[in-house]
């Protein structure tokens, strides 16, 4: 059997055996949009407008919660140390970690968000674009979450601090995928902006691993 | 040499007797430049007195892009090569870094309230500019969120190196994008766009604002350096 | 004959001074223990062998090449036994046990025999959130039994265990090195190896 | 030089434009000043920690 596969096995028993942190992940999700309406009141057309941002916004707050165990579990009990030792590259084995923190937060999130598009009343033309967007850029946050996530490694108040690090480079990926909901609306389609997040994802796919690996390293040295 | 130079006590010396020379020029750019920014230049005739604010905010916003670029390399030095001085020069850069970003930041708004009518717009170059503020300030987290410093050294030397990819977006945000903000108009191949006359404070800030760098970075370094040594005295302590 | 050795070993841990001018030398079925007080370097000493960590001088070869020139062949050819048990409570002991050895290519030992020469292979299908300490510290040896691997790194390997266990470990390791293998081992108490070379840390400390 | 080039004769934007040299001046003095107070404070202390343990301070 691969080595990819006694991976990813191995972590996809454990997130199952674990499944609670899924679903909490998409409550958190759905109540933070929901807060939205109390908020801003309920308005259709004003929630049509900010529904895009907001269930992006939503999104990534979401995925953020579920960062900071992607490795801790491993650091914790020395399973990362083994990790490291292995004579399986390291970047395979983060690749793996940040495929089914995907698996488990990415995808759920994309499952769950046609309910809040109804909910928000997001136009009808502009939920494929919005779904791929999520598509595009849900594996993003995985990763350059992954290098958050490794270098806040036994750091005080990690989970804080690695949305402290990791939010701010988010930023890019928060405009492009809002933006293209927008350039639908307005008319002038939304291929750029898919473009510039197939171009963060590819970029972000063969840059964040080896960092990840590097800082995994690190830490355990 | 530059392990010449990474001995702490020759660091220390030297540095000694470079400083007050950096202090000197300072003051005199400082001087100079305040003059020239204040009294003697002349009013733009789209902007108005507000160009003043421009002797501030460009040389901070090169100064925000300088201290990054400067972190990234002592960053990538100290992780390739252990260079213990090259981490302390990121660790001693980062606020100052910060200092200028946020000047930048602000004396922007205090110009396009005046200009643009608004404090402050979305557009790539101010968030640019803010993501690059954010930088800093979790470099300076990460790297103090650790027990042991050498941890806390390493993992924010690897933030920094991602987080360079910023600073090329931020200086060709103007160009790529269509913003309120306007290009850049002094570093250009075709030459400066902007009057001689501005050219001077200008020149003359961004100069102080740099030996104000460089004379506070020594003397951050030179603290670093002796809280190392304090610790390095203390853990004897502990285990004589 | 492979010859693992290393000289002028200085490690500096958490600013600390930990090993200085450290050596050992080892060969294909020989054993090495490691002894000195708490925080002589024992630990530390082991995770410079496996590659964990770098020492600020000196070198670790394995048949005359650093073992940091290539890292991945030389976690190929080690087992390394640590203080924390890598041992995953959701996972069954047969689940945990068989993720490693199928990691580490396997080649040595079947999971459930090594399980029970460590006297738990009645335990296999218990969820490994159930286990002792002494239980979870045997999961965990198990690892080297079913790695294959020639080079051992045991670090305090009988804390939590019974003296029978200790005993079973003992000659554990023997048959190892009688394969050839090498093994070196941190250890307060007396393991009764036969013929090891003892390496006595502590002197910086 | 005309005086209406000075700062002298700054009305219409002065207000921005003064508080941009202020805070800088703010800023930056106040960046020297934390710098220098945490500098006299290492110093001392290492000053006190090696005249506790003699002998030992020409290692660097």
């Known amino acids: 059997m691969s080595a990819f596969s006694v991976l990813f096995r191995r972590e996809m028993r454990l997130a199952m055996r674990q499944s609670a942190d899924s679903f909490m992940v998409i409550g958190f999700f759905v109540i933070a949009v929901v807060l939205f309406p109390f908020g801003v009141g309920p308005e259709p057309n004003m929630l049509a407008r900010i529904g895009p941002g907001v269930i992006w916004v939503a999104a990534l707050l979401a995925a953020m919660l579920s960062m900071d165990r992607m490795f801790m579990g491993d650091y914790e009990d020395g399973s990362l140390e083994l990790l490291v030792l292995s004579p399986v590259a390291l970047e395979l084995v983060v690749c793996v970690k940040v495929l089914t923190h995907w698996l488990t937060t990415g995808l759920p999130l994309i499952l769950t968000a046609p309910l809040l598009f109804v909910m928000m009343n997001v136009p009808g033309e502009i939920w494929l674009v919005l779904l791929l967007t999520l598509v595009l850029g849900t594996p993003v946050l995985s990763l350059l979450g992954s290098v958050g996530a490794a270098l806040t490694l036994g750091a005080r108040r990690g989970g804080v601090l690695l949305s402290l690090l990791v939010l701010p480079l988010l930023i890019p990926v928060l405009i492009f995928a809002v933006g293209a909901g927008d350039a639908v609306l307005f008319g002038n389609g939304a291929k750029a902006n898919l473009m510039l997040l197939g171009g963060m994802l590819l970029g972000a796919l063969a840059l964040t691993p080896w960092v990840t690996a590097h800082a995994l390293r690190e830490a355990v040295a | ?225 002796m809280v190392n040594r304090t610790r390095a005295l203390r853990h004897r302590q502990a285990s004589a | 004959m492979a010859v693992f050795s290393g000289r002028h070993i200085d490690c500096i841990r958490g600013e600390r001074q930990v090993l200085s001018a450290a050596a050992f030398s080892l060969e294909s079925g020989g054993a090495l223990m490691l002894r000195g007080i708490n925080g002589a370097g024992k630990s530390t000493m082991l995770r410079l062998m496996a590659g964990l960590m770098r020492p600020v001088s000196g070198v670790i070869t394995w048949d005359g090449v650093d073992i940091s020139d290539d890292p991945q062949e030389h976690n190929a050819r080690l087992a390394y036994v640590g203080h924390a048990d890598a041992v995953k409570p959701a996972l069954s002991v047969l689940e945990n046990v068989t993720f490693w050895s199928k990691l580490a290519g396997a080649g040595g030992m079947d999971a459930s025999d090594a399980l029970a020469a460590l006297g738990i292979g009645h335990l296999t299908d218990l969820p490994a959130r159930y286990l002792s300490a002494g239980q979870r510290r045997r999961v965990n040896l198990t690892r080297a039994l079913t790695s294959g691997a020639e080079l051992w790194l045991l670090d305090e390997p009988t804390t939590a265990l019974d003296a029978a266990t200790a005993e079973a470990l003992t000659s554990l390791i023997e048959r190892h090195l009688k394969s050839g293998g090498m093994a070196v081992v941190s250890t307060h108490a007396e393991l009764g190896l036969a013929e090891t070379g003892t390496l006595t840390l502590g002197g910086t400390a | 030089m005309e005086n209406s080039n000075t700062i002298m004769s700054m009305t219409e934007h002065a207000g921005y434009v003064w508080p941009s040299y202020g805070i800088a001046a703010l800023v930056l003095i106040g960046l020297v000043v934390l710098s220098l107070r945490a500098f006299r404070k290492s110093r001392d202390e290492l000053e006190r920690l090696e005249a506790q343990m003699p002998g030992k301070s020409d290692e660097a």
Request: hydrophobic residues 55%; contains cysteine.
């Open chain 2, 1 to 225: 040499m530059l392990h010449y130079f990474a001995n702490p006590t020759r660091f220390q010396r030297l540095s000694r007797r470079v400083e007050p020379w950096l202090l000197a020029a300072m003051l005199v750019c400082f001087g100079a430049g305040l003059y020239f920014a204040l009294f003697s230049s002349p009013v733009d005739y789209q902007q108005g007195h507000t160009v003043r604010i421009m002797y501030i905010h460009v040389p901070a916003a090169w100064m925000a892009l300088f201290c990054y670029t400067a972190m990234a390399v002592s960053a990538a030095v100290a992780l390739i090569w252990k260079h213990a001085l090259a981490d302390v020069a990121a660790k001693a850069t980062a606020p100052i870094g910060a200092a200028f970003t946020f000047l930048a930041l602000v004396t922007g708004s205090l110009w396009g309230k005046p200009m643009w009518g608004t404090w402050w717009v979305w557009d790539a170059r101010l968030t640019s500019v803010l993501v690059l503020f954010f930088l800093y300030l979790g470099y300076m987290a990460l790297r103090d969120a650790f027990d042991e410093p050498g941890r806390g050294a390493r993992a924010s030397a690897i933030l920094v190196l991602v987080g360079f990819v910023n600073v090329p977006i931020i200086k060709f945000s103007v160009d790529w994008w269509n913003t309120l903000h306007q290009p850049s108009s002094v570093l250009r191949m075709d030459g400066p766009t902007i009057h001689p006359d501005m050219l001077t404070p200008l020149f003359l800030m961004a100069a102080a604002f740099q030996f104000y760098y460089f004379w506070l970075v020594l003397l951050r370094i030179r603290r670093e350096l």
